[in-house]
Nanobody, 128 residues
Framework: QVQLVESGGGLVQAGGSLRLSCAPS????????MGWFRQAPGKGREFVAA????????YYAESVKGRFTISRDNAENTMYLQMNGLKPEDTAVYYC?????????????????????WGQGTQVTVSS
């Protein structure tokens, strides 16, 4: 059972930046496509960004494109989400997710059902 641990959330003013990290508990991290999702109060979970196993391909929700950057360091067994130009509407719990079975190849990277491992989430709050 892979455990995913997110860190880096917090409170920031609008226009500020945060960097989230996700560290899986096992070294087969580089075999998994990875993603970030978020859930705001009273709303469903939504796709934010995803990255292929090698890191060569990245995908973003339109709402974050140009502001957020997803990356991974397979040697360090860590995935990152650099968030710049934060807005109050980015306030949510952010979850990292791992696709162990390669479902992203068939279902794509943007649907939550692609991912079978999920972290506990880290809160991001953006004040206006």
């Amino acid at each position: 059972q892979v455990q995913l641990v997110e860190s880096g959330g917090g409170l920031v003013q609008a226009g500020g930046s945060l960097r989230l990290s996700c560290a899986p508990s096992e070294r087969t991290f580089n075999a998994y496509a990875m993603g970030w999702f978020r859930q705001a109060p009273g709303k469903g979970r939504e796709f934010v960004a995803a990255i292929s196993r090698s890191g060569a391909s990245t995908y973003y929700a339109e709402s974050v494109k140009g502001r957020f950057t997803i990356s991974r360091d397979n040697a360090e067994n860590t995935m990152y989400l650099q968030m710049n130009g934060l807005k109050p509407e980015d306030t949510a719990v952010y979850y990292c997710a791992a696709d162990q079975f390669g479902r992203s190849t068939y279902w794509g990277y943007t649907v939550s059902s692609t991912y079978n491992y999920w972290g506990q989430g880290t809160q991001v709050t953006v004040s206006s």
